[in-house]
């Protein structure tokens, strides 16, 4: 009988089996993975033993699989159409939000029926999320060849001010990669669980993460492997790729080029300006040699004090950005003890000599900032895949953006402000307007705004199965959930009947689940996979985690349950233990769900137990 | 539901109930509980179970956010002593508190003409934080005497102070997105 089969106390019930986790940084330039192996943290290099992956994904014609990284990257100007590069800064956005990223669209995009745009290349129209999946997909082969097996679950960063949209763009990436994301981490985070634990830091740190095209300042409170996030500001299209952008309008004035050249030129030019600003974090001046369309050559010199100027008002925003920070963390300059630089433009001498003066001391540049990011990522997915069970590590992180409803005259209201600790959940009551109304429609907005024109809207939630009743007589509660991805959810009560109503959601910048569903068909991944049997395997992990977590719960808490109880358990565990080696994947489910069923008080108690423990010692100290 | 929610959010920490807390101890308990509840600690298990964590997490983040706030703090405490707020129809203010809104407005409104308005923004900003501060220790007293109805209203003052502040921020951000 299956509650026979109990392992020692402590131990899991497969002891030896290390569950492979990798943590992946997709940043707008360059991507890395990297995994803990024998209790060391390393970023995987390809067989040429190069760890950084540009983020550029070439697509060619005639079926063949696209080409990305490095090789992508030199054809860029040769081939720019087809070319992708930057592409995180047009995930979780609309074609107008796109048009107002700034400098001329680089890509044909194409408007489609749906709410993401599509880029037409020479594979076919691609969104920005199919795009990121390639990249997602050469890393995935990277660790799994390298780890010699399939991978149990990723944790993948993202800029800490990225919203809901753009969090849930890179999760469908994800998905679409065929990875099973554990966790969405934020960037600055990840940069501190690095530092910290390489340090031993404790007290108030501040992370300046300025990366190829996003911005984010963390503040954060390191105490006993608790990283407490109090608040996070920043800008997610503001980086390395605008001071390029800076330089290149600059020589473009000084060597007459206008507005409208061509694609390849535009791409040449940001090429120069990216290595004149690498050569002028070394040296005091760098010469320039621009190759034109004519043929012919323009010569210049840029020193570092014209870069300063052309770059100064960029730097600028993100010191006001920093002080917003602190002022939301509750928490003054002289309380911060030690600033952490992460990203690849925090080379730029003009950016650390700016920061360090706005905090009044010299920051951390010791962890290499292209890596340091993925280092902390993948020490979070060790720890989410349970191989350090008595690890203290717990990241607490913050909402970056605030939640509202639109209400009365376009105005939003807010329900969930920024920096609040997540998860989150907050209820609202709405009531009917109108007798006998079944249904209603609520837009839910993300951004700092009054206006609704202002904030960023997330999506229409249409309500459907209100019970009929007179006008303002039903009692809706609508609950909004933020979990620890940062990811929003929304779910919907009639209190006075107690029905759930149901909700549809239209993603204001995102996939229908229709959409990602059609894409796992099409993609090559899971073409060569049958999908039954993928589901019945999803279904078969999802039933030896219950099993196994209900077993060493039984081991620890058995006593908190009668003998009928214990009866009604151990009886839904074998039929989900028989069940288990069936064909049909709903067969499965349906044993889980009542299997969970079974357990639901049991679960709820043993949660009480803990948090009583947790607390014991000090209620007798505080009023004994 | 675990953490049982017929718990005051002072007990959840095991805090007295008082206006005065110690905000060491709150922080370090509140770290403790997270430790048990947080879905992180439950990444391997059921679908329901992380669910249930979910809730449970949340449900003390939102006793911390409170809490933490003076004002948040202040207004939850007169809500358990029975006072009732109905932040529709804000009690009329005296007219002194009224006139120096309206002399801070002013300045707020002025800000964009200064030579250098983040600087000027940012010293009006740490003006309005003081009187915010000076607010706080007697509403503190207030609740000490426990003239709750007086206290009340003091409450309300400070979430003017706060729209205010929230005004400052915007127009910060209204002069960096002009950069």
């Known amino acids: 009988m299956a509650l026979l089969q109990i392992s020692e106390p402590g131990q899991s019930t497969k002891p030896h089996e290390r569950r492979l986790a990798v943590g992946i940084d997709l940043g707008t330039t360059n991507s890395l993975v990297a995994t803990v192996r024998s209790g060391r943290t390393e970023t995987l290099p390809d067989e040429q033993g190069e760890h950084l992956l540009p983020s550029v994904v070439r697509y060619l014609g005639n079926q063949q699989s696209p080409v990305v990284g490095k090789q992508a990257s030199q054809a860029a100007a040769d081939d720019p159409l087809n070319t992708i590069s930057s592409v995180k800064r047009f995930m979780g956005r609309g074609l107008d939000d796109i048009k107002h990223l700034g400098g001329r669209l680089p890509y044909d995009f194409v408007q489609t029926e749906t709410s993401v745009p599509r880029i037409k290349t020479a594979a076919g129209d691609k969104s920005p999320i199919e795009v990121s999946a390639d990249i997602l997909r050469v890393l ?3 660790a799994e060849e390298t780890l010699g097996d399939e991978l149990t679950g990723v944790v993948i960063t993202v800029p800490a001010y990225f919203d809901d949209a753009q969090r849930q763009a890179t999760k469908d990436a994800g998905k679409l990669a065929g990875l099973n994301v554990m966790r969405l981490l934020n960037e600055p985070t990840a940069a501190a669980v690095a530092y910290g634990l390489d340090k031993g830091a404790e ?5 300046f993460d300025l990366g190829g095209g996003t911005f984010d300042i963390s503040i954060l409170r390191l105490e006993k492997g608790v990283f407490e996030v109090l608040s996070t500001a920043g800008d997610t299209s503001l980086g390395g790729d605008d001071f390029d952008r800076a330089i290149a309008q600059w020589i473009m004035l000084q060597a007459d080029i206008s507005d409208d050249t061509s694609h390849g030129q535009l791409r040449r030019l940001m090429q120069d300006a990216c290595k004149a600003k690498e050569a002028l974090a070394e040296n ?3 010469e320039l040699n621009v190759q034109l369309d004519s043929g012919e050559h323009w010569q210049g010199r840029l020193d570092r004090e014209q870069l300063n100027q052309l770059i100064d008002p960029l730097i600028q ?4 950005t920093c002080r917003r920070a602190l002022r939301d963390a509750q928490v003054s300059v002289d309380d ?10 925090t080379r730029t001498l003009r950016v650390r000599e700016k920061v360090g003066e706005f905090f009044a001391q010299d920051p951390m540049i010791d962890i290499n900032p292209d890596k340091v990011v993925a280092t902390g990522a993948a020490i979070q997915a060790d720890v989410l895949a349970g191989n350090k069970p008595d690890g203290e590590l717990l990241l607490l992180d913050v909402i970056p953006l605030s939640l509202g409803l639109e209400t009365m005259g376009g105005l939003v209201e807010k329900i969930i402000p920024r920096n609040t600790t997540i998860p989150v959940a907050r209820a609202q009551d709405f009531t009917t307007y109108k007798d006998g109304q079944t249904g209603m429609t609520i837009q839910v907005l993300q951004g700092e705004r009054e206006l609704v024109s202002d904030c960023r809207s997330l999506g229409q939630f249409s309500l459907h199965g209100i019970p009929s009743m007179v006008a303002g007589a039903a009692r809706i509660r609508v609950t909004f959930q933020v979990d620890a991805d940062g990811l929003l959810s929304v779910t919907a009560t009639e209190e006075t009947n107690q029905v759930e109503a149901s ?10 689940d229709t959409e990602i569903e059609t894409m796992l068909k099409d993609s090559i991944a899971y073409a060569k996979d049958d999908v039954e049997l993928r589901n019945v395997r999803e279904q078969q992990v999802e039933a030896d985690r219950v099993t196994d977590a209900l077993q060493i719960a039984l081991q620890q808490d058995g006593d908190l349950l009668t003998e009928a109880e214990v009866k009604t358990i151990e009886t839904a565990l074998m039929e989900l233990h028989n069940v288990r080696e069936g064909t049909d994947h709903r067969v499965i489910k349906k044993a889980i769900d009542k ?10 108690s043993r949660m009480n137990k803990s948090i009583k423990q947790a607390l014991a010692g000090h209620q007798i100290d505080e009023f004994g | 539901m675990a953490v049982e929610f017929t718990q005051n959010y002072f007990e959840i920490f095991g805090l007295p109930v008082d206006f005065t807390i110690d905000t060491s101890i709150l922080a370090e308990r509140y770290r403790e509980l997270q430790k048990t509840v947080h879905p992180d600690r439950f990444a391997s298990a059921s679908d329901r179970d992380r669910r249930l964590a979910v809730q449970q997490s949340a449900h003390i983040n939102e006793a911390l956010s409170t809490l933490k706030s003076p004002l948040k703090r ?3 405490l007169l809500q358990l002593n029975g006072i009732e707020f109905d932040d529709e129809n804000e009690t009329t203010m005296d007219a002194e508190f009224l006139m120096q809104q309206m002399e801070w407005r002013e300045a707020v409104a002025e800000i964009n003409q200064k030579q250098d308005p983040f600087s000027s923004l940012n010293q009006l900003m740490k003006s309005i934080d003081k009187k915010q501060a000076n607010m706080i220790d007697q509403l503190q007293n207030l609740i000490r005497k426990q003239e709750y109805e007086t206290a009340k209203v003091q409450v309300q003052k400070l979430q003017f102070m706060e729209k205010l502040l929230l005004e400052c921020e915007s127009l910060e951000q209204d002069l960096a997105d002009a950069l």
Do not use: C, D, W
């Open chain 1, 140 to 142: 995935k082969e990277r």
């Open chain 1, 203 to 207: 007290g108030i740190a501040a992370v």
């Open chain 1, 284 to 286: 005091e001046s760098t």
């Open chain 1, 317 to 320: 925003k993100t010191v006001i």
């Open chain 1, 336 to 345: 911060v003890q030690t600033v952490v630089m992460v990203g690849g433009s």
């Open chain 1, 503 to 512: 909700i549809q959601i239209k993603p204001s910048y995102g996939l229908t």
């Open chain 1, 595 to 604: 299997l969970n069923v079974a357990t639901t008080e049991f679960a709820a």
């Open chain 2, 74 to 76: 202040a207004r939850y």
